[in-house]
């Protein structure tokens, strides 16, 4: 029997289990059910954002805003004659006046205020950025961290480069490119909630699958018959291929469904060349400062692939463990429990060790909305995605290697 027939018939004990296939139509349901109540209030407030791109373009400058601001007071003037200023004018609409108005004059009330609404924000963002002091945040760390030496000067190192990541976005006006406004907060909607929502159900998913797969003739008492056979304890090497395989499958629908859905209910159709480091992105105390100039589909495509790469990892680990367990729940709980720790105990080092205890793949996996971003606290460093991914592939190798060796010659009774 060829091998690839042998990883498809292992791939199918967990792809065709009951438990998985329930498993991932609850999950898709409350993805796309979280989906849809979130896009609730705010849906129809975020298309002016693509009309906006449509007929001014995706950048803007001093030139567009005041350009911007005479049509909307034309528009003002041709609405109410008593006004040729859209400010004055949204100064004077009461509650009274507005409700006393029929549906197709809220409509363009509301039309109105949104667009001074982003003409504003934008007309204030070289005066915030101008504001930022990344400097004081260096000293801030330093002292909270309480770090000196070595670790101090690390840090200081990496403070001077996110500086001058800030002043090169300041100086080719990076941040000027049009997006959903930041209280709407629709790249935390997007990464914070929808996808973290989809890596956490990745790794549900991934440990049992990756357990059924590794613990599925101990389990049906076959271990005697099977691993004494020809292929016998090679059958291993399959396991773990068919373990990774079965991983990227479960995550198609599981990814593809909830952002097909997303994409449907907001339309990102002008923006998905728009920079990360988008002014109008600046949601909390400070902006999304990126390493490098990265547009939403590259930030998109790119977080996809970390959360792939991690969950592929985690499959790898929970193979080694499924070994010494030979319980599918146990290993399953174990897992969660270890990741959870992992999380956790982060947070309880000290000095330049909080910083290197947050390479670790939970920290990486729960916070997808801070990806590549020098403003992210204990994940600030330049490449941090990628020495987590590396580490943790060299840890899953000797882990899954050593993992072979043992069970080449250990009793399989």
């Known amino acids: 029997m060829k091998s690839m027939q042998i990883t498809w018939f292992e791939m199918k004990k967990a792809l065709f289990s009951p438990t998985i296939l329930i498993l991932l139509v609850l999950f898709t349901a409350f993805n796309i059910f979280t989906i849809i109540v979130d896009s609730s209030g705010i849906k129809n407030e975020l298309t002016i954002v693509n009309s906006i791109v449509d007929t001014y373009g995706n950048k803007f400058n001093h030139q567009t805003l005041n350009k911007m601001q005479g049509d909307l007071n034309a528009a003002v003037q041709s609405f109410d004659s008593q006004y040729n200023d859209a400010s004055t004018f949204l100064e004077s609409m009461s509650d009274e006046k507005y409700y006393a108005a029929s549906l197709e004059k809220q409509q363009e009330i509301d039309h109105i205020a949104l667009m001074q609404k982003y003409i504003s924000i934008g007309s204030s963002l070289d005066s915030r950025y101008a504001d930022l002091d990344v400097s004081e945040l260096k ?135 728009t920079n990360i480091s988008s002014g109008f992105n600046w949601e909390y105390q400070l902006p999304y400062i990126t390493w490098w100039p990265i547009e939403f589909w590259q930030y998109l495509i790119l977080t996809i692939v970390i959360l ?32 959870i720790s992992m999380f956790i105990a982060s947070g309880f080092f000290k000095g ?42 060299l840890i899953g190798l000797f882990f899954c290697t050593f993992t072979f060796k043992r069970f080449a010659r250990k009793d399989i009774v």
Do not use: C
Request: hydrophobic share 50%.
């Open 352 to 393: 330049i060790w909080v910083y290197i205890a947050h390479l670790n793949l939970s920290v990486l996996l729960l916070n997808p909305h801070m990806y590549f971003n020098g403003v992210s606290n204990y994940m600030m460093f330049k490449h941090q995605e990628i020495y987590t991914l590396m580490l943790w592939f």
């Open 139 to 273: 000293m801030d760390s330093i002292k909270h961290d309480r770090l000196t030496g070595f670790g101090a000067k690390l840090i200081e190192n990496q403070y001077d480069l996110l500086i001058e990541r800030l002043d090169r976005i300041i100086e080719t006006e990076e941040y000027k490119e049009w997006f959903f406004a930041g209280d709407y907060r629709m790249h935390s909607e997007l990464f914070r909630t929808v996808i973290k929502n989809i890596a956490i159900q990745g790794v549900m998913l991934v440990v049992l699958l990756t357990a059924m797969i590794t613990n599925y003739e101990y389990e049906r008492k076959t271990q005697l018959v099977i691993f004494a056979a020809k292929k016998g304890r090679q059958l291993m090497i399959n396991k773990l291929v068919a373990s990774l395989f079965a991983t990227l499958i479960v995550l198609v629908p599981l990814f593809g469904l909830a952002l097909a859905i997303f994409f449907t209910v907001y339309d990102y159709s002008g923006l998905w060349q």
């Open 308 to 339: 792939t790469g991690i969950l592929l990892i985690i499959s790898g680990l929970t193979f080694s463990l499924s070994t010494f367990i030979r319980n599918s729940y146990v290993t399953w709980i174990l897992s969660i429990l270890l990741f």
